[in-house]
């Protein structure tokens, strides 16, 4: 076998393959170098009678590794698992080989699907943050009834009484989303008070000026019983939570937690709070954090494939996501100094500084033009035109991206649902 012209019969899985020890011989190293070497019947599987190697591998991926031999271009085949088809390079000692330029699409796509899978199978145990379920013990005291109370506050499906637990913690939810509201609608009458006109002087003012914040005390009492109720639940959901590490970096969980501050930080302060009126308006940025805890609405629904999908979507293109908004940010910083420099001389310009003529940049490019601010000069007008037409395929271009990118996710995602309905059927 020392002869380069020499053939070499190989039967892989029961398809018989005649080559070259020269065609072998490409990439040294690999295996099927080797079945070249003298003393290669010894080593391997070798018909004596037939003349012939015998391998029991795939044929079909055979021929791509055969054909890589031939050509010195790798091609991955159609419908072969890229996982599948890596294990077959490894057995053959061909690693770290790229693929050829017209395989790249379908590699991608087949990384994208196995990326999904990877999310999807960690979805049921990430879904809250938390880790999977571990295998069950049997324990007594404090330890066998932690798996229990955390169902109960945390698997609305678990049991009924985790259910009703749940239609009550959402009711809740509402509650004090109303008293948001309602609370901030008498604070803020107040504020304004009732407008006082003065003849002499043509001036407007408010009668109760010097008093900035009135005390909802019905409202705040009412907010305080919401908000035990919450600290309740969410010091017996972090008491009985199976890894505290990831449970404390849950945003919602994190939401949780900075919403219980605010009516504790106002019942505190109320005597201070007119010496300090900004207390009360930061307050109100932390009381919004209510109408996020209504999220929580989806754990006693069955999540739709849509949203389910989009998380893993997102993540996906962040990379993307990021050179756009990268973008988007270089624009807005030239045609912002660029229509400011162009109406720096007109007299009647809409600009009192670069920082407007940024906000207008980044209004103009996502095509929502309040028209507040515009151009008035010819050039002005002409930058304002290029801004809009760069904002226009700024936009449009990752748009593609990301509905290729949700397509196959969707794709995968139903086929793995009629799977799991047929299973359940069976």
């Known amino acids: 076998m020392n002869s380069s012209r020499e053939k070499i019969t190989l039967n892989v899985g029961g398809v018989r393959y005649e080559t070259t020890s020269s065609t072998l011989q490409a990439f ?4 099927l170098c080797c079945l070249t ?6 080593v391997f599987d070798y018909d004596a009678n037939a003349k012939e190697f015998f391998i029991d591998r795939s044929p079909r991926l055979f021929d791509a590794v055969l054909n890589y031999y031939r050509t010195k271009h790798l091609h991955c085949p159609e419908d072969i698992c890229k996982s599948t088809f890596e294990e077959e ?3 053959w000692e061909i690693s770290h080989v790229p693929v050829a330029p017209c395989c790249w699409h379908r590699v991608a796509n087949a990384e994208a699907r196995q990326a999904e899978t990877l999310c999807d199978e960690r979805s049921e145990a990430d879904r809250q943050g938390l880790p999977a379920p571990v295998e069950r013990r049997n324990l007594s005291g404090q330890a066998g009834q932690q798996p229990k109370i955390w169902a109960l506050f945390e698997n609305p499906f678990s049991s009924l009484p985790a259910k009703c637990l749940a239609i009550v913690s959402l009711l809740f939810n509402i509650g004090i989303v109303i008293i948001f509201e309602e609370k901030s609608r008498a604070q803020l009458h107040y504020h304004y008070g009732t407008p006082m006109h003065n003849d002499f002087e043509n001036d407007t003012h408010h009668e ?9 005390n019905n409202f705040l009492y009412l907010e305080l019983f919401c908000i ?6 969410f010091s017996m959901r972090l008491t009985f939570c199976p890894d505290k590490k990831k449970f404390l970096t849950n945003p919602l969980n994190i939401t949780d937690f900075l919403s219980l501050f605010p009516v504790f930080i106002e019942l505190f302060s109320s005597a201070h709070i007119d010496k300090m009126p900004e207390i009360l308006s930061w307050l109100g940025f932390f009381r919004v954090l209510y109408i996020v805890k209504l999220l929580r609405i989806f ?3 069955q999540t739709p494939l849509l949203l389910r999908v989009l998380p893993f979507t997102f993540r996906s293109i962040l990379k993307e996501v990021f050179i756009f908004v990268m973008i988007f940010a270089f624009e807005v910083l030239f045609f912002g100094a660029l229509c400011f420099h162009a109406e720096l001389l007109e007299a009647d310009t809409h600009f009192d500084g670069m920082v407007s003529s940024f906000y207008w940049a980044a209004i103009t490019l996502t095509t929502v033009g309040y028209g507040d601010m515009h151009a008035v000069t010819a050039l002005g007008r002409v930058v304002a035109c290029c801004t809009a037409l760069c904002g226009i395929l700024t936009i449009i271009i990752p748009l593609p991206i990301f509905l290729i990118k ?3 996710y969707y794709a995968t995602a139903i086929m793995k649902e009629k799977m799991k309905s047929s299973k359940r059927s069976n």
Do not use: I, M, R
Request: proline letters at 9%; zero cysteines.
């Open 299 to 301: 754990k006693l629904l």
């Open 28 to 31: 040294p190293g690999t295996k």
């Open 89 to 91: 390079l490894v057995f």
């Open 208 to 216: 109760n000026h010097n008093s900035f914040y009135q005390p909802a």
């Open 37 to 42: 070497e003298p003393q290669a019947d010894t």
């Open 228 to 233: 035990l109720w919450f600290t309740f639940e």
């Open 406 to 408: 949700f397509q196959g």
